[in-house]
């Protein structure tokens, strides 16, 4: 069935280094791919989204691409902050609801 | 409301008592989700609500777990005889409808079965 399979964490980078969070997806044709982000003490919210293959989604400095060939949906930043330290969600819509990944936590040291 | 709330945020049980959790959605929003957040599990899918019914109960998982929805408006989940693998936290989000996935989420209330 549909799924989508993200890197395990923790992740620990040093401010301003660069941020790849993989994520893969399994699913019946081109559906909407999103990543999520759940801050400490606050509740998920939506930080980008890509609706078709090739559109890249970016918000707050991530970007990610969606690429049909690999199956994949990896989330980038060129220069981490302190402030991006969250665990972020890949995820899928699977009829009238959405389905994450396990999350990954990523740790920004300063 | 400005956003999803969600209440208790905190609660501590013994095992065997029943709970029950409320989500108050954004207004005029008429699809509304349960989630559970797990330690290492994720995300796991519960139930979902347009207005009134829940066309997906597909997550519950067993017959202790039950939800309901009123006025399109707030909803209650119900643990029944709760049990320590209960311990969570329960997530509640509202989306505009139910293929708008640009879900609001609460900040959840985290479950501890003792």
């Known amino acids: 069935g549909d799924s989508v399979t993200q890197m395990e964490g923790p992740v620990t980078l040093s401010e301003e280094a660069f941020l790849t969070i993989n994520c893969t997806y399994t699913?019946?044709?081109?559906?909407?791919l999103f990543w999520y982000v759940q801050y400490p003490g606050e509740g998920l919210q939506l930080l980008l989204k890509?609706?078709?293959?090739?559109d890249k989604g970016s918000n707050k400095g991530f970007e990610a691409t969606y690429r049909k060939e690999t199956t994949s949906f990896h989330l980038e930043k060129g220069s981490v902050q302190v402030s991006d330290s969250a665990v972020y969600f890949c995820?899928?819509?699977?009829?009238?609801?959405?389905?994450f990944g396990k999350g990954t936590r990523l740790h920004i040291l300063p | 409301g400005a956003g999803v709330s969600q209440s208790p945020s905190n609660k501590v049980t013994e095992k065997g008592k029943d709970v029950e959790l409320r989500c108050d959605p954004i207004?005029?929003?008429?699809?509304l989700y349960w989630y559970r957040q797990s330690l290492g599990q994720g995300l796991e899918f519960l139930i979902y609500?347009?207005?009134?019914?829940?066309?997906?109960k597909s997550g519950l998982p067993s017959d202790r777990f039950s939800a309901e929805r009123t006025g399109g408006s707030v909803s209650t989940l119900t643990i029944q005889r709760t049990q320590q693998e209960d311990s969570a936290v329960y997530l509640c989000?509202?989306?505009?409808?139910?293929?708008?996935?640009?879900?609001?989420f609460g900040s959840g209330t985290r479950l501890t079965v003792v």
């Open positions: 989000a509202s989306s505009l409808n139910r293929r708008d996935y640009g879900y609001t």
């Open positions: 699913a019946t044709g081109y559906p909407s």
């Open positions: 890509a609706t078709k293959a090739d």
């Open positions: 995820a899928l819509p699977l009829g009238d609801k959405i389905i």
């Open positions: 207004s005029g929003h008429t699809a």
């Open positions: 609500f347009q207005g009134n019914s829940a066309p997906d």
